[in-house]
């Protein structure tokens, strides 16, 4: 599926802009302003690996590290081909607002490596993803910046991560350093849930606002963007809510049934087939009239910028809620606003991810393993809280939604920033 209209602005200044518009709306004072005008720190490295036919080739990585007023900084890490230093920032931004809205005590970070991992054999993305890590060098650590998979990262990605940052270390200290990366497998240290958490965070938003506005799950039909880590995961968690998953997309194409499609069959398929097209016994459609689907939900769980006007105007739902980071341009936002149609945005909706993570450097710390309705309790705790405040601080200012979010993270922000004052 291809992208979406026009997005004159970068992504980065899309969510400068988001941002702005909250400090207009309470006012925040200077020093928040000055000091969230711009990412903290910005680490470009340029690094040569052997690909499997001895050739050698040099590939670009980013850590952009936003604010960590809060807590260590904290962020995903994507390697895809088109990655730049602008869409890092962008992500890094919305780390930080992300962290502080659903109060885990991190602040904002964001990677990148600009590679296709689907060009590349397993040996040659353990050398790229263990020669970023080299570079990245002491710009991460457990009590510093801490990464996680997002885009065509993974966990066996974070083991490698954790284990070359480990290996650097020297034998006394490489146990103490787990947390140096979270989205970890099970046996490297990493949390159950984890896998799951992102799009765990999506259903439980999803179920908040049903809970509030009263429309009943059951039978609620769905359709989601993108069909990774975060799609496929709360596609099938919220056909077990009682949704039912008219449609699916992905970078090969979209597949439709009205009357649901096998959410567990297609994850299958899609593993197998390198994407959901295809996918028997399903109608194959094409973008528009994926978006334009009858669903009550819709749930884009790809990246950045797939909502536009165009696409705004076709969907037929009552809520849109964002799994992926920055769905919606601008342009698609004042459309849903103009029909009235909620959303949950990403910094609230898709951060489950981020509050799985922070229990399992916690775990680290203290050399536990939670259980799965632990961490699910907890997760769902998270996510309750976070939906309250924005609905609360959308009903205190009469904002939308993702202008309440932005507002009740940054005041947050806001709140440490005069406490502390700068040094020196
Ligand atoms: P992923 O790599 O596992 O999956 C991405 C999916 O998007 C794939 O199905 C891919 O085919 C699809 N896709 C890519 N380009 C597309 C296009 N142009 N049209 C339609 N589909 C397209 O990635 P993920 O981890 O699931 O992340 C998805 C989104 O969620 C990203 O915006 C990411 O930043 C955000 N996010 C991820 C996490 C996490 O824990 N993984 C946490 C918070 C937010």
Request: aromatic share 8%.
């Amino acid at each position: 599926m291809g992208a979406t209209s026009e997005h004159p602005i970068s992504f980065y200044q899309v969510a400068n802009a988001q941002v702005q518009e909250a400090f207009d709306i309470f006012e925040a004072d200077e020093l928040t302003r000055v000091v969230l005008g711009a990412p903290k720190s910005q680490v470009v490295v340029n690094f040569p690996v052997r690909m499997r036919d001895e050739s050698y080739r040099l590939f670009t990585g980013y850590r952009v590290q936003h604010n960590n007023v809060r807590g260590p900084y904290k962020g995903g890490v994507r390697f895809a081909p088109d990655v730049t230093l602008d869409e890092v920032k962008a992500l890094a931004a919305l780390m930080t607002y992300k962290c502080s809205l659903i109060d885990v005590p991190f602040g904002g970070a964001k990677g990148g490596v600009t590679v296709d991992p689907k060009a590349h054999s397993r040996h040659e993305l353990e050398r790229i993803t263990r020669r970023f890590t080299h570079e990245l060098g002491s710009n991460i650590g457990p009590d510093y910046d801490i990464p996680a998979p997002d885009m065509g990262t993974d966990a066996q990605t974070m083991v490698w991560m954790m284990d070359t940052y480990m290996n650097g270390l020297g034998a006394n200290h490489k146990n103490a350093v787990r947390g140096v990366v979270t989205g970890k497998s099970l046996l490297a240290g990493g949390s159950v849930g984890r896998d799951k958490a992102t799009g765990q965070g999506v259903v439980f938003a999803i179920e908040e606002w049903a809970d509030d506005t009263n429309f009943d799950l059951a039978g609620a039909r769905f359709h989601v963007q993108g069909f990774g880590n975060v799609g496929s995961h709360l596609a099938r968690l919220l056909a077990r809510s009682g949704g039912i998953c008219v449609g699916a997309a992905d970078a090969s194409g979209a597949v439709a049934d009205p009357n649901g499609l096998d959410v567990d069959a297609l994850t299958r398929w899609a593993a197998g087939n390198g994407g959901v097209r295809g996918f028997d016994g399903a109608e194959s459609v094409t973008r528009d009239e994926f978006f334009g689907l009858e669903s009550e939900i819709f749930i884009p769980a790809a990246k950045e910028f797939q909502v536009g006007a165009h696409e705004a105007a076709l969907l037929k739902v009552k809520l849109v809620a964002e799994g992926a980071n920055g769905p919606t341009s601008p342009e698609g936002d004042a459309v849903l606003r103009e029909r009235g149609i909620v959303v949950l945005p990403d910094i609230l909706a898709n951060a489950g991810g981020v509050v799985v993570s922070y229990f399992e450097w916690v775990q680290n710390r203290r050399s536990e393993s939670w259980s799965l309705p632990e961490v699910d309790r907890r997760l769902k705790e998270k996510i309750r809280a976070g939906y309250r405040l924005v609905r609360n601080t959308a009903q205190e200012f009469g904002v939308h939604n993702r202008q309440a979010a932005f507002v009740a993270s940054a005041r947050r922000l806001e709140a440490c920033y005069r406490e502390r004052g700068i040094f020196p």
